[in-house]
């Protein structure tokens, strides 16, 4: 079946420094491939997605590339900041259910 | 912002107690999902529904049950609770597309004591 595999954490980075999270995939066919982002004491909420290869997701400075050829989605940030202390989730959408698969999620912690 | 809700926000109750976790949306979503957090964050699906009078079991296998009379209405129900259902429950709904964003709530945390 659908699954994703995401770098484990936790991840402590100081302000300004640059975040990259791994996430790889496997699937059948061509999935829709999306970041969650969960704040403390909250829900997840979307940060991005790519629908098709090659498409790249952005949102709050943060971006990420649907690569087929890798079957990657890794996500970048080129200078963190401390309001980006969070649990991040790689996902996709099965194409037979519709159905979320989660990565793991990877804590990180960054620091003034 | 996504309007979906959840209450409670936190429960604290005994061993044997009926709970009912609520979830509502008003995004006329038909798909809506229960997912329950470990403490290592990891989510587990437990329930979802396609729509009304549509309930599926999830890959994680859960004493809970739910039911789906109206399409913005999916709550979550527990006979009998036990100190091994204390988890994070999040609710989430979604449109039809699979490309679609889930919409999630804030979650309710649970202690059974």
């Known amino acids: 079946g659908d699954s994703v595999t995401q770098m484990e954490g936790p991840v402590t980075l100081s302000e300004e420094a640059f975040l990259t999270i791994n996430c790889t995939y496997t699937?059948?066919?061509?999935?829709?491939l999306f970041w969650y982002v969960q704040y403390p004491g909250e829900g997840l909420q979307l940060l991005l997605k790519?629908?098709?290869?090659?498409d790249k997701g952005s949102n709050k400075g943060f971006e990420a590339t649907y690569r087929k050829e890798t079957t990657s989605f890794h996500l970048e940030k080129g200078s963190v900041q401390v309001s980006d202390s969070a649990v991040y989730f790689c996902?996709?959408?099965?194409?037979?259910?519709?159905?979320?698969?989660f990565g793991a999620g990877t804590t990180v912690t960054v620091r003034a | 912002e996504a309007d979906i809700y959840q209450t409670p926000r936190y429960l604290v109750i005994g061993t044997g107690k009926k709970i009912t976790l609520e979830c509502s949306q008003t995004?006329?979503?038909?798909?809506m999902y229960w997912y329950q957090q470990d403490p290592g964050m990891e989510l587990h699906l437990i329930h979802y529904?396609?729509?009304?009078?549509?309930?599926e079991k999830g890959d994680l296998s859960s004493e809970s049950t739910v039911s789906r009379i109206r399409t913005e209405h999916f709550p979550l129900t527990l006979e009998s609770a036990r100190p091994s259902h204390t988890s994070q429950y999040l609710c989430?709904?979604?449109?039809?597309?699979?490309?679609?964003?889930?919409?999630f709530g804030p979650g309710t945390r649970l202690t059974v004591l």
């Open positions: 989430a709904s979604s449109g039809p597309w699979i490309s679609d964003t889930q919409y």
């Open positions: 699937a059948t066919g061509y999935p829709s």
């Open positions: 790519a629908t098709k290869a090659d």
């Open positions: 996902a996709l959408s099965d194409l037979d259910d519709y159905k979320l698969s």
């Open positions: 995004m006329g979503h038909d798909k």
């Open positions: 529904s396609y729509g009304v009078n549509s309930t």
